[in-house]
C-alpha cells in the first residue's frame, strides 16, 4: 500500500506544481530534494540515536550539495539524485540503523521519488535548454 501511496503522492505533488507555475523556475525540483533528504535526519531524532543522526546528517549532506549543484549547472544531476535517493531508501536499513524510520516509509519514499524524478526528466525532455543554466 505504501507504493501505492508514494506513487499517487507523487503525481499529486509533480502535477500541482506544474499546474500553478511552480516548476516553472528551476528551484522546486532542486527544493523537493532538499526537503525528501532531510526526512531521515528527523527519523533520527524521533528514534534518540545519536549514531544514526550523525549519519543521516552526512548522508543528507551529500543530497543536499548535489541539490546545489544540479539547480546551478543541470537539473539532470537533480533527476538522477532523486531516482538515487529512491534507490538509497530501499537499501537504507541495510546500510544504517535508524530506529525512528516507519516501517512503511522506504516503500512510500521509493515510490514516491522515482516518480518524481521521472515527472522532471519528461518535463527536461520536453523543455530544451531548461535543464543548463546560461
Known amino acids: 500500500m505504501e507504493y501505492l501511496i508514494g506513487v499517487v503522492l507523487s503525481v499529486l505533488v509533480c502535477a500541482f506544481a506544474m499546474l500553478v507555475g511552480f516548476d516553472r523556475g528551476r528551484v522546486f525540483y532542486p527544493t523537493l ?3 525528501i533528504a532531510t526526512y531521515y535526519i528527523l527519523f533520527a531524532v524521533m528514534g534518540k540515536s545519536a ?3 550523525t549519519i543521516e546528517c552526512l548522508a543528507a549532506g551529500i543530497f543536499l550539495g548535489v ?6 549547472k543541470n537539473l539532470w544531476l537533480i533527476v538522477t539524485a532523486l531516482a538515487g535517493h529512491g534507490v538509497f531508501d530501499y537499501f537504507h536499513h ?4 535508524n530506529p ?6 522506504p516503500g512510500f519514499c521509493l515510490a514516491f521519488d522515482i516518480l518524481a524524478g521521472g515527472f522532471l526528466a519528461v518535463l527536461l525532455m520536453r ?8
Open 33 to 35: 530534494l532538499m526537503v
Open 127 to 134: 523543455r530544451v535548454g531548461f535543464a543548463r543554466t546560461a
Open 51 to 53: 549514531p544514526a543522526l
Open 94 to 97: 541495510l546500510l544504517i540503523d
Open 100 to 105: 525512528g524510520v516507519p516501517v512503511w516509509w
Open 67 to 72: 541539490a546545489v549543484a544540479g539547480f546551478k
